[in-house]
């Protein structure tokens, strides 16, 4: 939610110096001008920003985008210094079946001799194979111990991840001394309140509390990235540019200052790096919702149901008789079952509606735009007049996250994209904050309520999603239909 210089400002408090960035959220909603304020806003600041060609703009064909990206877009993007990679390939159908797109893309990088990232969750066996064997390097997608195995044997290299919502480090630390060479870290979908405390440095202290090999750890997250995606990151060699981290001992691993080429960026938990003033950059033209547009006439049989897994992108298909009042199927807080609508937000259509469970709230609502991979609207809530007012607070600011409760109401403006804002990131952190516990106070027991819904729309992560077009299965790759 932050521009890439207010990121910095926050992450070298935690002794980063550098990140490896997929700028794909703001190609999907503004293209190639997207990445390009992402590039020249990064060089405002001392920190190594290396982003990459995003490979999958729109994600699917699906759901509405505010952009595409083909082959000779990313044939420009890719022979920029600034660009690395490739970046994740989530459609690992489109590679499976040799889609001619899709390989087009990969051959671009291959040319240019940039690393592909990969994304294929639950891959398993001679799909796995077939997959690393286009040239896809790396997965930060394994939620299994077996999964990242099965990789590895292939030659894949495994990206740890722990963001707020998605959170696979304790099933996968063990590859860090199994695997040493093999391993790196990723945090993957942070949201600023947890930004604020820490970053892959409380990945490096877990670690060594578990007593991993020091300099596997570190490797993990320094030399390894670097050498993979070739960064221009100092490593401590004559020569090198001075990247460093002074840290107060090697087992509570406190940072105590930051340097970027040379440069202190941060002492002793405050950063030095000075606020960018940007302008902000926008495509969002919808209309707002009324709780009639949300109403569900009922039909025969059971409703499929989404159901939200904490700590994980992936979630279940469970199937619920449903509420029905008034000649509408509405949401069940008593059984935990709530209506998620997602609405498109690059133009006037109505909604899609379906359901989901694991959200927990009791009364109210939440909305967001900073819904994967398109940001459309997402919205999940006890009641529909609650939820149409969650979205109307969206579409009214053009972009944030907002939430319901009664005659009370709150929003975070996100006027870049409609997924960041260039306030102070410390405040940003705070607001959501306080949003985020709020969430939990309406019921919710996930650890991220927010960053968990705006998951609820990714249509490249089984099992069942909900786009602006409708109920989707994310193991067919195939709508389905709300009634079973």
Request: hydrophobic share 40%.
């Amino acid at each position: 939610m932050l521009i890439p210089s207010e990121f910095s400002r926050l992450a070298v408090v935690h002794g980063m110096v550098a990140t490896v960035s997929d700028p794909h959220e703001i190609a999907n909603v503004l293209g190639i001008p997207g990445v390009m304020f992402m590039i020249e806003n990064a060089r405002k600041v001392p920190f190594k920003f290396n982003f990459g060609a995003s490979s999958c703009v729109p994600a699917t064909e699906f759901e509405t985008a505010g952009a595409s990206l083909g082959p000779d877009e990313l044939e420009n993007l890719l022979a920029m210094d600034e660009i690395r990679y490739l970046s994740e390939m989530m459609n690992y159908p489109g590679v499976l079946h040799g889609d001619p797109v899709v390989n087009a893309k990969l051959q671009v990088a291959k040319r240019v001799g940039k690393p592909i990232d990969g994304h294929a969750p639950g891959l398993r066996g001679e799909d796995a194979k077939r997959y690393i064997e286009a040239g896809i390097s790396t997965d930060h997608e394994c939620f299994t111990r077996d999964e990242a195995l099965d990789k590895l044997k292939y030659g894949m290299k495994i990206l740890i991840r722990e963001g707020s919502a998605a959170r696979n480090f304790e099933a996968l630390c063990d590859l860090i001394d199994e695997y040493p060479e093999m391993t790196m870290l990723c945090s993957d979908d942070k949201h600023p309140n947890d930004l604020a405390v820490g970053h892959i440095n409380q990945l490096v202290v877990r670690a060594l509390k578990k007593g991993y090999n020091f300099m596997h750890v570190i490797r993990s997250c320094t030399y390894h990235p670097v050498t993979h995606y070739n960064l221009p990151v100092g490593l401590l060699q004559q020569g090198d540019p001075a990247d460093m981290i002074v840290v107060d001992n090697l087992d509570q691993f406190s940072i105590r200052a930051t340097y970027v080429d040379g440069l202190m960026v941060a002492e002793d938990g405050k950063t030095l790096i000075e606020s960018v003033v940007e302008k902000p950059a926008d495509k969002f033209s919808t209309n707002p919702v009324e709780a009639a547009d949300l109403k569900i006439t009922p039909q025969k049989g059971h409703i499929r149901v989404q159901k939200a897994l904490d700590g994980q992108l992936i979630t279940d298909e469970i199937h619920c008789s449903p509420l029905i009042r008034n000649e509408n199927v509405v949401s069940d807080p008593s059984r935990d079952i709530l209506k998620l609508v997602v609405k498109d937000r690059y133009q006037a259509a109505p909604p899609a509606i379906g359901f989901t469970n694991g959200f927990g709230l009791k009364r109210g609502a939440i909305a967001s735009c900073v819904a994967h991979d398109s940001h459309n609207i997402v919205a999940a809530g006890a009641d529909d007049d609650s939820i149409a007012r969650a979205i109307n607070l969206i579409v009214k600011s053009k972009g944030g996250i907002s939430i319901v409760e009664g005659d009370k109401e709150m929003i975070l403006p996100l006027p870049f994209a409609g997924i960041m804002s260039n306030l102070d990131g410390y405040q940003i952190a705070a607001t959501y904050e306080k949003m985020d516990q709020w969430a939990k106070q309406l019921g919710s027991q996930l650890r991220a309520p927010y960053m968990t819904l705006s998951f609820m729309a990714l249509l490249v992560i089984p099992k069942l999603k909900l786009s602006d077009k409708g109920v989707f299965d994310g193991q067919k790759f195939a709508f389905t239909s709300l009634f079973c």
